[in-house]
Structures are given as structure tokens and as C-alpha cells.
């Protein structure tokens, strides 16, 4: 099991609760369950205030619904969803160690997107007013110059018509 973020967002100490959200162990993680810091929304419902790095289908400001558990609460399922889409990407080994990485992600921090990681992992929350279309060509750029490998984990945009 991963061990949940140890600090709050910055902006966002007081007033979070911990959430677990169950994972399938047979994928390429290998976690059995991920973390994250979310508000009580009232009721059983909390919203995520962390970017998930291995739980596909979930997003920064998703409300879920929880039970308790101890140490923290056990998501159920999405209640509502923020709007916010998130990828993945695994930073190359040669990046890294180069620190040339940092002006591909520039472009996509102009645009609004934001970061968390552990080690050469990366979770990238897309906002909902940032055009996530602009934002997955900023990714597959890097993914062309062997920056990282990037992976969609959920597409909470709204579908264009």
C-alpha cells in the first residue's frame, strides 16, 4: 500500500481528511491502495485536493463519497466530478539527470497545469479553464524528444460537441 502524501497542499493544512482510494495491485504500480488529502464536502462526501499518481479515473477536485476506515476514509465512488483531467508521466532517467526537463514543462506550467511527484513520477492536474488539448500536445512533445512517457489517467474535460 502507498503511504498517503504526508503534507497538506500548501494553502490547504487545516481542515483535510485522508482518503484511500482501493487500486488493483496487478497494475504496473504495484500499490494496493493510493492516499490522498481531500475537504469534507458534508455528509459522506469528500473533495480531492491532491493529483493522483497511480488511481486511474479520479482528479484533482473530484467530490467521492467515503466510508471511515481507520486512519482515514475509503472512497466508494465519484460523486461528482471537478472537471480537471489527469496524466502521468514517468521523467527519463537522462532528463533527470540532465535537468533539461524543466523547459518542456514550462509551456504546460504557462498554460496552468501543476505537478505532483515521488522520484521521477509525475501527476499532472490539467484545470478545467486550461484547453487540455493544447496541454496533451505540450505532453506528447516531450514524450517525442524522450523526456518522459506519459499516460492519460482520467479525461474530466468536458466532451466538445
Known sequence: MSEP?????????????????ELPRAEWHKHGAEWLWAEHWGMNLYRL???????????YG???????VE??????????????STYVFLLSKEAAESH???KF??????????YESRGRLYAV???PEVDVHKAYQLL???EKAGVWGFQEQHYGHPRKQ
Open 5 to 21: 502524501y504526508r503534507d497538506p497542499p500548501p494553502g490547504l493544512e487545516g481542515g483535510l481528511v485522508k482518503v484511500m482510494i
Open 49 to 59: 485536493r491532491n493529483t493522483p499518481l497511480y488511481a486511474e479515473g479520479f482528479s
Open 62 to 68: 473530484d467530490v467521492v463519497e467515503a466510508r471511515p
Open 71 to 84: 486512519g482515514g476514509f475509503i472512497v466508494q465512488r465519484v460523486a461528482r466530478r471537478g472537471g480537471h
Open 100 to 102: 533539461g526537463w524543466p
Open 105 to 114: 514543462w514550462q509551456p504546460l506550467e504557462e498554460l496552468g497545469c501543476r
Open 125 to 127: 492536474d490539467v484545470p
Open 140 to 142: 506528447e512533445a516531450g
